[in-house]
């Protein structure tokens, strides 16, 4: 897992509210076994439409998703974030998500930023206009800011979440971290004990 930091970027502005993960990435689409490969399935019944916004060049290689309330929504699929990572973008900002795609979020390093519905509108209306706004997302510092705009907005995340992805530790990241003390004790548990490696 990429380390998350600090990420300058431009931004797509999906001024759409109760987005669910069955519209992030449609259920034909889960089909596939590999873990990559789904953003060309990202909103794939929405890009039909020529004037969806992923479809306008202006907004083309953006690494940050700025959506109204309850973006991802609705079912426990992974694979929504998946499609988001695949597809390029690195933060999805909104008012509030949904609490599984928060967490399958986190676990895999897509940051999402919750922000007030008032500063979320601010954003939105500033990329519209300005497709080439430049817009900085600074974890360390938990501040949004629009470098051009004099805009700075501060958000909050679990301490535990922020830590694991400034250091790109994800689950299995973490365990290894604590490699030599597994090591240590499957050499000296008694031999009745279950094994934790596997030779």
Do not use: C
Not at 60 to 89: C, P, Q
Not at 101 to 112: H, I, M, Q
Not at 192 to 198: D, G
């Amino acid at each position: 897992m990429e380390p998350i930091t600090e990420l300058r970027g431009h931004a797509v502005p999906l001024a759409i509210s109760d987005v669910d993960t069955d519209q992030i990435i449609p259920s034909e689409w889960l089909k596939r076994v590999e873990r990559t490969g789904f953003g060309e399935g990202l909103f794939s019944e929405w890009r039909q439409d020529p004037e969806f916004v992923l479809n306008n060049e202006q907004f083309a290689g953006s690494t940050i998703l700025i959506a109204r309330e309850n973006f991802g929504v609705g079912s426990s699929r992974e694979h929504a974030v998946w499609a988001l990572m695949d597809y390029g973008f690195r933060v999805v900002i909104s008012p509030r998500f949904g609490d599984i795609f928060r967490n399958n979020s986190l676990k895999v390093g897509l940051l999402p930023v919750e922000l007030s519905g008032q500063e979320v509108q601010q954003l939105l209306d500033i990329v519209t206009r300005e497709p080439a706004t430049e817009i900085l997302v600074d974890l360390e510092s938990q501040r949004v800011s629009v470098p051009g705009a004099s805009l700075e907005f501060r958000f909050l995340i679990d301490p535990t979440a922020k830590a694991r992805l400034l250091a790109g530790l994800d689950e299995i990241g973490i365990s290894l971290t604590k490699e030599a003390k597994i090591r240590d004790y499957e050499q000296h548990r008694p031999p009745w004990t279950p094994s934790l490696l596997v030779d």
